[in-house]
């Protein structure tokens, strides 16, 4: 080999590193704007979040110092985080639970074929196309104690004797507003779960079901050992988009108690929003709590249902 090819080879060594670099780095053209925005939206809240916490801030926006663990101490201390921890627990679960089982039973019956079955299906819509405060609102003015339509409706039943009582404060007693919250919730989430659930149910495949009855299984048989199984994949979405959203919610809360009487309507999230009014490094604390509460429930659930496992 001659000196001048061998000089050729070396020089051509330095441009081939660069090209192998760029096309390494070449999808980071297409996925760096999707990280990016993550970074700002998702990333750099959570870090303020934290930042915040670990903060003594005044009542109007003022940072005053370094806190160190007193704003979570303060937390710590509130009369009522344990009750408020107990009701959001209920309200997920309570939720969650009727959401998923009447977006079972829906699913089924719009997979069915029956006069006005497309109507149905764009009613069902409805509730969940339009605003979460204006639902709120309505359920809200509804329930009113004097001239609520609800109350009204109730009244004409023969259920309420007299308006303006306190059989008729609906949302006034903690019990029977946070039974009405939680109408208003499951009203909202069954649109979502039953098109989720409705899109697994329609991927399933004909033939297994001419299968089934071929061997002589019955609806119910049918239903457990075939449908449930080959529908885990789009539950689990459904259910877990559910936990999330049921845990973070606010606007029907707010909308319709303001978390009142007191805390006794509250949740951990709008219980936050009360904190923030005044202590602000206290708000950010229950904030990191919620954060963690929400990683902590993702992680359990994801390693009880397994997820990733197909079904057999």
Not at 164 to 169: E, I, L, M, V
Request: overall charge positive; charged content about 15%.
């Amino acid at each position: 080999m001659s000196i001048s090819a061998a000089g050729d080879r070396v020089a051509a060594r330095p441009r081939r590193l660069p090209l192998k670099l760029a096309a390494k780095l070449a999808p980071l053209v297409w996925v760096g704007p999707a990280m990016a925005l993550i970074v700002v939206v998702v990333l750099w809240p959570v870090v303020i979040m934290i930042e915040t916490a670990f903060q003594h801030i005044s009542p109007d926006g003022f940072i005053l110092g370094w806190a160190g663990w007193r704003n979570f101490v303060y937390l710590r201390e509130e009369p009522d985080l344990v009750d408020i921890l107990v009701r959001t627990g209920i309200w997920v679960g309570t939720v969650v639970v009727g959401t998923m089982l009447i977006s079972l039973a829906l699913c089924q019956l719009f997979n069915q074929k029956f006069p006005g079955r497309r109507i149905a299906r764009w009613a069902l819509i409805a509730p969940w196309a339009a605003s979460v405060v204006m639902t709120a609102i309505v359920f809200r003015w509804g329930l009113d104690a004097n001239n609520g339509i609800i109350n009204v409706l109730l009244y004409d039943l023969g259920l309420l004797h007299r308006f303006n009582s306190d059989a008729a404060d609906w949302l006034g007693t903690p019990g029977s507003a946070l039974v009405w919250m939680i109408v208003v919730a499951i009203y909202v989430s069954v649109p979502f779960s039953t098109y989720a659930l409705l899109a697994g149910l329609q991927a399933i495949p004909s033939d297994v079901y001419e299968a089934a009855r071929v061997d002589g299984a019955g609806v119910w048989r049918t239903y457990f050992t075939i449908t449930l199984p080959l529908l885990r994949p789009a539950f689990i979405v459904a259910l877990l988009i559910n936990v999330m959203n049921v845990f973070n919610s606010f606007p029907i809360i707010w909308e319709m108690t303001r978390g009142g009487p007191g805390h006794q309507t509250s949740t951990t999230t709008t219980f936050m929003y009360q904190l923030k009014e005044s202590y602000i490094g206290e708000s950010a604390a229950m904030s990191v709590v919620n954060f963690g509460l929400v990683v902590v429930i993702v992680a359990i659930y994801l390693r009880v249902t397994v997820w990733k496992r197909e079904p057999a």
